[in-house]
Antibody, heavy 118, light 106 residues
């Protein structure tokens, strides 16, 4: 069965960077876009961007240009998101999600809570 | 970007009651997607292509709409339906989500 297993919670200092992972299993990793979505406490969902692991192509929400960098390792079926120059506004839960064009985001990781605090 | 406005923000319903959640788009969209999220969990796909139920979703749920107005309806509310529901569009990039409707049991 399809599973997206994300890395554990992170406590990071302001101004630093963090890299979180999303390991896919149960399907052909290189055949589907992988998306990243932010959810701040009590807030809704915000799309960050996607990567197509088959060729490494990426597309970002303009709001996250320069903040998020998406990569993928085909050999381990793992997608990564690095967040840089962290501030308190980056404290949130970050989800990876697979997208099927006709079905939307059909599988989600369990989420990674990133807390930015000194 | 297309802004999705959900209403109501919060609603409480009794078991057996009919519930409708509305999602209005700032520009016309072709399809609407809905997700269900319970506390501490990731969102689950619930309705896709406006009216198709995701796998495992009870048929008391339905979706409808077109253009700038979409809705999710529960024919007869059950306790397990208490959750937050989000609408989402990808007729234009970036894809956007509504701010959510929290459905509680009365």
């Amino acid at each position: 069965q399809v599973q997206l297993q994300q890395s554990g919670a992170e406590l990071v200092k302001p101004g630093s960077s963090v890299k979180i992972s999303c390991k896919a299993s149960g399907y052909t990793f290189t055949s589907y876009d992988m998306h990243w979505i932010k959810q701040q406490p009590g807030n809704g969902l915000e799309w960050i961007g996607w990567i197509y692991p088959g060729n490494g192509n990426t597309k970002y929400n303009q709001k996250f240009n320069g903040k998020a960098t998406l990569t993928a390792d085909k050999s381990s079926s793992t997608a990564y998101m690095q967040l840089s120059s962290l501030t308190s506004e980056d404290s949130a839960v970050y989800f990876c999600a697979r997208r099927r064009i006709t079905k939307g985001f059909d599988y989600w990781g369990q989420g990674v809570m990133v807390t930015v605090s000194s | 970007e297309i802004v999705l406005t959900q209403s109501p923000t919060t609603i409480a319903a009794s078991p057996g009651e009919k519930v409708t959640i509305t999602c209005r788009a700032s520009s016309s969209v072709s399809y609407m997607y809905w997700y269900q999220q319970k506390p501490g969990a990731s969102p689950k796909p619930w309705i896709y292509d406006t009216s198709k139920l995701a796998s495992g979703v009870p048929n008391r749920f339905s979706g409808s709409g077109s253009g700038t107005s979409y809705s999710l309806t529960i024919n007869t509310m059950e306790t397990e339906d208490a959750a937050t529901y989000y609408c989402q569009q990808w007729s234009s990039t970036p894809p956007t989500f509504g701010s959510g409707t929290k459905l509680e049991i009365k």
